[in-house]
């Protein structure tokens, strides 16, 4: 798990429960749901959504 979505966990619990649901249901990646629900559920973030953040460097290497 990235520190990414454990820090989606640990600050919004509910908002992650509902985009594991909809990537198991669907089959698309935990983040995309995590954005589109984020973004339906609080339309005020819709600009950071926009945004993307750079990719956790590989660990253990």
Do not use: C, N
């Not at 594991?20 to 339906?40: L, N, Q, S, Y």
């Amino acid at each position: 798990m990235s520190q990414l979505r454990r820090r989606r966990w640990l600050y919004s619990p509910i908002t992650s429960w509902q985009a594991r649901h909809i990537a198991r249901v669907t089959g698309t990646d935990h983040d995309a749901a995590w954005e589109k629900i984020r973004t339906t559920t609080h339309p005020e973030e819709a600009v950071f959504h926009k945004r993307r953040t750079p990719p956790d460097p590989p660990q253990g290497l």
